[in-house]
């Protein structure tokens, strides 16, 4: 089985601070993880993937394969980063995803 | 980027009868299309894999006589939630995945919000 925890369901922050979103993840093979996001009244959409080692608006998430965690961080949040955040792992069944409970980000000005 | 469209977007029903929400990849075929409900401040509860050509595969705990899923062509799957009750009410979305540069990327559509009365 596979599982995907996000500790916090809201974070709020200060524009200009820095920002960590937590996931970790239960899985017995080798997942692949992603972080999902969607702004409000948009749809869901791809952020980045473990796999990519990409910076994509300044989020960046490392696998910890020790520690089973996949935490998305940014140095200085922006107010445009507000937005639920979805982590997500595909294991052996094709594509399937497993969401995590997401994590509403609030950035204040 | 890959599109994924849903319709309606919004549909309101009575209890007792049935509704039918598409979910449509617009510039690629998807042989396999999955479907999600999301609650209230909730994540999203993957309901069943759809796919094309054969029987669609239920989580466990999804009734497939109540949520019945028709993948009849590369782009089109459906739900459709027959006998509607209130506690059927929430966001339904699809996705669908595309192969790009060697790797499955997830499409979702914008997603049904289903209100029964």
């Known amino acids: 089985a596979q599982r995907v925890t996000q500790p916090e369901k809201l974070l709020s922050v200060f524009k200009g601070a820095p920002v960590e979103l937590k996931c970790n993840y239960s899985?017995?093979?080798?997942?692949?993880l992603f972080w999902y996001v969607q702004y409000s009244r948009q749809r869901l959409q791809l952020l980045l993937r473990?796999?990519s080692r990409e910076s994509i608006k300044g989020f960046t998430a490392d696998l910890n394969k020790g520690e089973t965690s996949f935490h998305l961080k940014k140095p200085f949040a922006q107010e445009e980063d507000s937005a639920m955040y979805y982590c997500?792992?595909?294991?052996?069944?094709?594509?399937?995803?497993?969401f995590g409970g997401g994590t509403r980000l609030m950035v204040k000005p | 980027g890959a599109v994924v469209s849903q319709h309606p977007s919004r549909v309101i029903c009575k209890s007792g009868t049935s509704v039918k929400i598409e979910c449509r990849s617009l510039?690629?075929?998807?042989?396999?299309m999955f479907w999600y409900r999301q609650f209230p401040k909730k994540s999203l509860m993957l309901m069943a894999t759809?796919?094309?050509?054969?029987?669609?595969?239920?989580e466990q705990g999804v009734e497939k006589d109540k949520f019945l899923i028709n993948h009849a062509s590369l782009t089109l799957s459906t739900l459709t939630v027959t006998s509607a009750h209130p506690e059927d009410s929430s966001f339904y979305i699809c996705?669908?995945?595309?192969?790009?540069?060697?790797?499955?990327?997830?499409?979702f559509g914008p997603g049904t919000r289903l209100t029964v009365t």
């Open positions: 997500a792992l595909s294991g052996d069944a094709g594509n399937m995803l497993t």
């Open positions: 899985y017995s093979g080798s997942p692949e």
């Open positions: 996705s669908a995945p595309q192969l790009g540069q060697g790797f499955r990327e997830q499409y």
């Open positions: 510039d690629f075929q998807a042989t396999t």
């Open positions: 473990h796999i």
């Open positions: 759809s796919n094309e050509g054969s029987k669609a595969t239920y």
